[in-house]
């Protein structure tokens, strides 16, 4: 258990949808990454906080935005679904900005019909 | 940009087998390396890392040292169980890409009894 936190495990929508995806770090870390994991573009860096700041974009849809909260939880939304968007998505926690190893959650994973 | 080729599975192997994948990478910087492995059904957990070169990281088993002559970090373990039945993802972080994990294509690992 790596003390990352998701919620939903699981996630079936239909096409033009929107979901909320949540994340909570490990006790203490103030960093919150979201890596999205599908067939044909294997794991993807999205987005990155910091303390509340975004700090870091990747290749992330202009339909999929993200915050970090004060209670350091983060929740990724993901508007206008399409089939495409079918994946798993991943939260990893660091302490801080920098090489700290990264901590990940078990997973989103989001089927769209 | 900042780029991880690994060797393409899948890999099958008797148990006691040496292992071997091979990882090579390009970055502009002096990142640091990681190689994480996942289960089945279950999110990444980081293996082993090294910050700088010639630095050999290990954990259960597993090696990996940081050649940064050949641009290089393969995994290597002289002993493989049943258990080790996973897929391994190379990975870097660099100060130049906001460190971000940057991940190679996946092994998908099997081992026979």
């Known amino acids: 258990d790596s003390g990352v936190t998701q919620t939903p495990k699981h996630l079936i929508t239909a096409t033009g949808q929107r979901v909320t995806l949540r994340c909570s770090p490990r006790?203490?870390?103030?960093?919150v990454y979201w890596y999205q994991q599908s067939l044909d573009q294997g794991l993807q860096f999205l987005i990155q906080?910091?303390?509340?700041?975004?700090?870091a974009k990747g290749n992330i849809l202009e339909r999929f935005s993200a915050q970090q909260f004060p209670d350091l939880h983060s929740e990724l939304n993901l508007s206008s679904l399409e089939l495409g968007d079918s994946a798993l998505y991943f939260c990893?926690?660091?302490?801080?900005?920098?090489?700290?190893?990264?901590?990940f959650g078990p997973g989103t994973r989001l089927t769209v019909t | 940009g900042d780029s991880v080729t690994q060797m393409e599975g899948p890999v099958t192997l008797s148990e006691e087998a040496f292992l071997t994948i091979n990882c090579t990478y390009t970055?502009?910087?002096?990142?640091?390396l990681f190689w994480y492995v996942q289960y089945p059904g279950e999110g990444l957990q980081l293996l082993l890392k090294?910050?700088?070169?010639?630095d050999k990281g290990s954990n259960k088993g597993f090696e990996a040292t940081y050649r940064k002559e050949t641009t290089s970090f393969h995994l290597e373990k002289g002993s493989v169980q049943v258990s080790d039945s996973a897929v391994y993802f190379c990975?870097?972080?660099?100060?130049?890409?906001?460190?971000?994990?940057?991940f190679g294509a996946g092994t998908t690992v099997t081992v026979r009894a």
């Open positions: 006790s203490g870390d103030l960093s």
């Open positions: 090294a910050t700088k070169a010639d």
């Open positions: 970055a502009t910087g002096y990142p640091s």
């Open positions: 990975a870097l972080s660099d100060r130049g890409n906001d460190y971000k994990l940057s």
């Open positions: 906080y910091y303390n509340g700041e975004e700090r």
């Open positions: 990893a926690s660091s302490v801080g900005q920098g090489v700290y190893e990264q901590y």
